[in-house]
Structures are given as C-alpha cells and as structure tokens.
C-alpha cells in the first residue's frame, strides 16, 4: 500500500520562497509521475506540475516562472519551491499520483502566506 | 476560470439519479481522457473514474462516466447521503500540455 507523507513550512512571508516535500513509501516510485496540486481555501483544484523518476518535467503555465519540482530517487521523495510567493499562494497543497486507477494522495499541507 | 467547465451546484434526493456535466474543448476533453475525483469536506480528493469510464477497484457501480466530444458527465446512482460531496473532472490539456481541472461541483442529498 503506497503512502504519501509531506511536510514543509505552513506561514510564509510574501515574497519568500514555498518549500514542500514528498516522501514516497510502501510502493514502486518509479514508472509514475508525481505531482503537486493545491486548493485556495473555499475554492477548486490547481494542478502546479509533476515529474517523474528520471526527472522529467511538466509544469502549469501559469506558475511556470516560479515553480520548480525536483526528485531525489535515493530517498524516493520529490520537492516543490515556489518562488515570491503573495497571499494568493495561501492554498492546501498536495503531492499525488492522480491519474492512475490506484491514485495515491498526501493528507495535504497547509501553507499561509501572510506579513 | 476554470478550464473545464462544471456547474457549481447539483442537488438529488436519496435513491435518485444525478449527472454533473463537465465541458471542455478539443484539446483536452475532445483528445485525452477523463477523470472524475470526489471530495468529501476536509479530505484530500479520492479518485472515482478514470479512463472516461472506468471505476477503480472499490468504487461502487453506482458511479458511471461517459464522454461524447468535448464533454463529459459523471453519474450517481441510487444516491445516498454519503455521497454529499464536490466532485471534479480533470483532463490533460495537448495546447497547455499540463493538467486541467473543472471548478468543482458541490452535491447536495436533500
């Protein structure tokens, strides 16, 4: 049974860089990609972008210019930053293997953008 | 703006039959597959179909999806209590190559 476990800082500062990371246990971490979704308080679902085992990259246009996600096979986890980030950035964010018929979801961290 | 589009809102009363439309356009929903996730308040989404049709192990038969075109729809059957809930489509975008969701359609059982 695949699990997910994340972490990261929950209260940021604008302008300051997000930092989350995605640990993968109790499954196959290669031959999937795996992505970050978030959701504004009270609003939908936004896909951010995903990667895969050798690094291979997809990313939202929209937040292209600020993210970056990176993976670390030797411990099977993979890391989202998202750069300046502003109150609009105030989201649950997960990691998730979505689009599989096992899909696979972290619990989801709260991050808080506030001065 | 979302997307795809979804209506905000479907409501149905228990053992009834409710759809939620999902509209997209030829680069993703007309070219790509259709996933359909729920979320229950509070919870991370659970995923409900996939591949426009087809359930994953453990989601009841009460749950059905169809695509024609450039939409799609999501079924409930039956309808309990428990399946109060938003419910999202989501389809790979070939024009923005990256992944597309709908704005959510929040059911209620009357």
């Known amino acids: 049974q695949v699990q997910l476990q994340q972490w990261g800082a929950g209260l940021l500062k604008p302008s300051e860089t997000l930092s989350l990371t995605c640990a993968v246990y109790g499954g196959s971490f290669s031959g999937y990609f795996w992505s970050w979704i978030r959701q504004p308080p009270g609003k939908g679902l936004e896909w951010i972008g995903e990667?895969?085992?050798?690094?291979?990259?997809n990313y939202n246009p929209s937040l292209k210019s600020r993210v970056t996600i990176s993976v670390d096979t030797s411990k099977n986890q993979v890391s989202l930053k998202l750069s300046s980030v502003t109150a609009a950035d105030t989201a649950v964010y997960y990691c998730?293997?979505?689009?599989?018929?096992?899909?696979?979801w972290g619990k989801g961290t709260t991050v808080t953008v506030s001065s | 703006q979302s997307v795809l589009t979804q209506p905000p809102s479907a409501s149905g009363t228990p053992g009834q039959r409710v759809t939620i439309s999902c509209s997209g356009s030829s680069s993703n929903i007309g070219s790509n597959y259709v996933y359909w996730y729920q979320q229950l308040p509070g919870t991370a989404p659970k995923l409900l179909i996939y591949?426009?049709?087809q359930r994953p192990s453990g989601v009841p038969d009460r749950f059905s999806g169809s695509k024609s075109g450039t939409s799609a729809s999501l079924a409930i059957s039956g309808l309990r209590s428990e399946d109060e809930a938003d419910y999202y489509c989501a389809a790979w975008d070939d024009s923005l190559s990256g992944w597309v969701f709908g704005g959510g359609t929040k059911l209620t059982v009357l």
């Open positions: 990667i895969n085992h050798s690094g291979s990259t």
């Open positions: 998730a293997r979505f689009y599989t018929p096992m899909d696979v």
């Open positions: 591949s426009n049709n």
